[in-house]
């Protein structure tokens, strides 16, 4: 994988050729910094534990969330690298809106260092959360099959990418968790179901909010056949 992972870099560092000054606060790099400064990258503060046992957000002691202790979860787990704000959030909206998808090694690399601590079984499918068509032509690429194919090159583990997006939803940022779930409601279905029948695997996608996305996918996935489904994000709202 080390071969076939210096072969991939060197191709992104061809097609996105890294800046020489800090992403985040444009101080010249220094050798050996990549896409942003030691000093930034000491700010990019990892979740630690206590969580809860379900979905992952940070709490006093290890149990469940309100949350989780009052709405199903069809995932069996979900972890995130780190909190929604500060340097991880102006790296995700500089990747996800600002174009620049070359930051998908450095967010993604996160993610990898997150599933390696995690006593979580081996996966079949690495599943990237699907962006509608026409919103994935707008946007030029798809955020989540980005980070998915950094976690993928790193595990060995192949992309299903089976699940798609059907139905063009709203933008979740701007509903309440009720309306939510109804918006993604019928916006998922399954391709080559067979290939997923009881597999297991990793959902992908860049936030966790509320889980109403992660959990609705997983549900499909489910009901399509699989066995169980984990989630990974890089970051948690």
């Not at 069996?76 to 070359?102: M, N, P, T």
């Not at 450095?106 to 068509?133: C, E, K, N, Q």
Request: charged share 25%; aromatic share 8%; proline share 5%.
């Amino acid at each position: 994988m080390d071969f076939f992972q210096k072969i991939a870099d060197g191709i992104l560092d061809v097609l996105f050729p890294p800046e020489p000054y800090c992403t985040v606060c444009a101080k010249k790099l220094e050798t050996g910094e990549r896409y942003i400064c030691s000093a930034c990258e000491k700010r990019l503060a990892p979740i630690l534990p206590p969580v809860c046992k379900k979905c992952g957000r940070p709490l006093d002691t290890d149990s469940l969330c309100r949350d989780c202790r009052t709405n199903e979860r069809t995932f069996v787990q979900a972890r995130s690298f780190g909190h929604y704000d500060g340097v991880l959030k102006e790296l995700i909206h500089l990747f996800k809106y600002g174009g620049r998808r070359e930051l998908a090694r450095l967010l993604g690399g996160r993610m990898v260092g997150t599933l390696a601590v995690l006593s979580w079984p081996d996966f079949d499918y690495i599943v990237p959360v699907p962006l509608h068509a026409g919103r994935e032509r707008e946007r030029g690429f798809n955020q989540a099959y980005l980070l998915a194919s950094v976690v993928s090159r790193s595990s060995g583990v192949p992309i299903y990418r089976g699940l798609i997006r059907v139905k063009p939803t709203e933008h979740q940022t701007f509903l309440d968790k009720t309306l939510r779930k109804k918006n993604l409601e019928g916006a998922f279905k399954v391709e080559n179901k067979s290939r997923i029948e009881g597999k297991t695997l990793l959902l992908i996608d860049d936030v966790y909010t509320t889980g109403s996305t992660v959990d609705e996918c997983a549900r499909t996935i489910k009901n399509a056949g699989a066995d169980s489904v984990f989630v990974l994000t890089c970051a948690r709202g």
